[in-house]
C-alpha cells in the first residue's frame, strides 16, 4: 500500500535527523489516505524537532481531535507552545498531561519550566520536586530532546543550574541551523 510506504519513509527519516523530508513523507502519506489518527502524532514531533512550532501545535491539536485523552499530544503540544513563547498554554497542556497520567515525570519537569517562566516559583518548585521524587527524568536529555527554542534553552538551564552544560553555544546553533 502505497500510503503505508510514505508513512515508513516519514519515521525512517525522522530517525535519521530528516525532519523536513519526514514531514514531506508523513504529510504524503495523509494526502493519500492514511489514517490521520496515525499520522498526526509523529507529524507534529517532526515538525516540533525541526523548529516549526506553530505547524506543531497544530498537529498536536488535529491529534487530539482524534484522541482527546493524550496525555503525550498534550505533553508535546505544550513543549511546542513553550518552545513558541506562549508558556501559559503551555502550563495549562503539561497539567492536562499530568491528569491524564500523574507518573509523567517529564510533564512534572516541562510545568516546573512553565512555573518559573511564570514568576511562580513555589509551583516550579513542587513539580521538580514531584519529577524527582517519580524519578526516570535526566535533565540533560530533557533539555537536549525539548528545550529546542534558545528561549527555553536558557530558562531550564537556569531552573536546573548544571555546572557543565550539555551543549555548548557553538554545538546548539551549529544544530539549531542545521538543514532540514
Not at 6 to 32: C, N, P, W
Not at 70 to 94: H, T, W
Amino acid at each position: 500500500m502505497m500510503t503505508n510506504s510514505e508513512f515508513v519513509k516519514g519515521q525512517k527519516h525522522f530517525l535519521l535527523g530528516e525532519y523536513g523530508r519526514s514531514i514531506s513523507d508523513f504529510a504524503e502519506a495523509l494526502a493519500l489516505g492514511m489514517e490521520p489518527k496515525q499520522v498526526h502524532l509523529p507529524l507534529g514531533l517532526a515538525h516540533l524537532k525541526n523548529g516549526d512550532f506553530t505547524e506543531a501545535v497544530k498537529d498536536f491539536s488535529n491529534a487530539l481531535d482524534v484522541d482527546e485523552k493524550s496525555g503525550r499530544a498534550f505533553f508535546l503540544r505544550g513543549i511546542a507552545y513553550f518552545n513558541n513563547g506562549e508558556v501559559e498554554r503551555a502550563a495549562e497542556d503539561f497539567s492536562r498531561s499530568i491528569r491524564l497520567n500523574k507518573e509523567r515525570g517529564e510533564a512534572y519537569v516541562a510545568r516546573s519550566l512553565a512555573m518559573k517562566g511564570l514568576n511562580r516559583m513555589a509551583e516550579a518548585e513542587s513539580d521538580m520536586k514531584t519529577a524527582l521524587f517519580l524519578a526516570g527524568v535526566e535533565v540533560e536529555s530533557f533539555i537536549r530532546e525539548y528545550c529546542i527554542s534558545p528561549a527555553m534553552y536558557k530558562l531550564a538551564m537556569s531552573l536546573f543550574d548544571l555546572t557543565k552544560e550539555p551543549w555548548s553555544t557553538e554545538l546548539r546553533e551549529k544544530w539549531l541551523a542545521r538543514e532540514h
